[in-house]
């Protein structure tokens, strides 16, 4: 009988460090008047300000703050559709023609959005692009908003 009692011991034991860990809770809430702050403690959230570094006029003054969030900048060749049964087909050598034209300015993207266009040069041995058009803020803003 002995070893049927260890068992209801143990949980005995449990339920009363459960218990005690209860009371210190509730007494710790209690004690500090609920003044623990917070959503859970039932206080309104605080809105966010809007004029939070914000100018007199209204101006955002803070734009150092995304100045330096790394941006996919991109140039485009061009583009074309090909079936998978030709991919699988292609090898060193293959040659797949885009739809651009040779000469043809390319575009430039920044995280897949449009932004210039522009022509292939070579800056010591590396290549790069001359920017030869840009979109203008207001028009990528009007591409952006479309989709």
């Known amino acids: 009988m002995a070893s049927d009692?260890?068992?209801d011991e143990s949980m005995d034991d449990?339920?009363?460090d459960w218990a005690e860990a209860l009371l210190e809770q509730k007494s710790a809430e209690s004690g500090s008047?609920?003044?623990s702050g917070g959503i859970l403690a039932g206080d309104a959230p605080k809105p966010f300000s809007?004029?939070?570094g914000s100018g007199p006029d209204g101006t955002v003054n803070d734009?150092?703050?995304v100045l330096d969030?790394?941006?996919q900048l991109s140039v485009e060749l061009g583009r074309t559709k090909v079936p998978i049964k030709?991919?699988?087909q292609l090898g060193q050598g293959s040659v797949v023609e885009l739809d651009a034209l040779a000469g043809e300015p390319m575009d430039v993207l920044v995280n897949g959005y449009l932004i210039a266009q522009g022509e292939v040069v070579v800056v010591n041995d590396?290549?790069?692009i001359r920017l030869t058009d840009v979109v203008t803020p207001s028009e990528r803003l009007r591409r952006v908003s479309k989709s």
Do not use: E, R
Request: proline share 8%; charged share 10%; aromatic share 4%.
């Open 14 to 16: 449990g339920m009363a």
């Open 63 to 65: 734009i150092n703050m």
């Open 33 to 35: 008047g609920g003044a």
């Open 126 to 128: 590396k290549f790069g």
């Open 69 to 71: 969030i790394p941006v």
């Open 86 to 88: 030709h991919i699988l």
């Open 50 to 52: 809007s004029n939070a």
């Open 5 to 7: 009692d260890k068992p």
